[in-house]
Nanobody
Framework: VQLQASGGGLVQPGGSLRLSCAAS????????TGWFRQAPGKEREWISC???????????YYADSVEGRFTISRDNAKHTVNLQMNSLRPEDTAVYYC?????????????????WGQGTQVTVSS
């Protein structure tokens, strides 16, 4: 099983990017899916998660550092989980990873996740 994260790039402070996470084999709608990031010299940081949506209802969760600026969503028709990032700051610069776990609910611990994407670089700089 592979997850593919895409959409990273270079953006000026205050700008926006939209990341996308696609799964090659698993139906992503059945898996809680999270986004993490890791900046140079820092630990991997959980930033957001969306619960599975196989029974329709779902919930979203955010780290305080991105609450109100980032929005996680599902596109079940395209089998993707997206992260819309607005009002980006230089401190958002990191490699962003998506991850999925075989569970309905979300966890903040990266050790709980079963499948990982390869990461996409986000650089916020003027």
């Amino acid at each position: 099983v592979q997850l593919q994260a895409s959409g990273g790039g270079l953006v000026q402070p205050g700008g926006s990017l939209r990341l996308s996470c696609a799964a090659s084999v698993i139906p992503l709608a059945y898996y809680a899916t999270g986004w993490f990031r890791q900046a140079p010299g820092k630990e991997r940081e959980w930033i957001s998660c969306i619960t599975s949506s196989d029974i329709g209802d779902f919930k979203t969760y955010y780290a305080d550092s991105v609450e109100g600026r980032f929005t996680i969503s599902r596109d079940n028709a395209k089998h993707t989980v997206n992260l819309q990032m607005n009002s980006l700051r230089p401190e958002d610069t990191a490699v962003y990873y998506c991850a999925a776990l075989d569970s309905r609910g979300c966890f903040r611990d990266y050790g709980s996740y079963d499948f990982w994407g390869q990461g996409t670089q986000v650089t916020v700089s003027s």
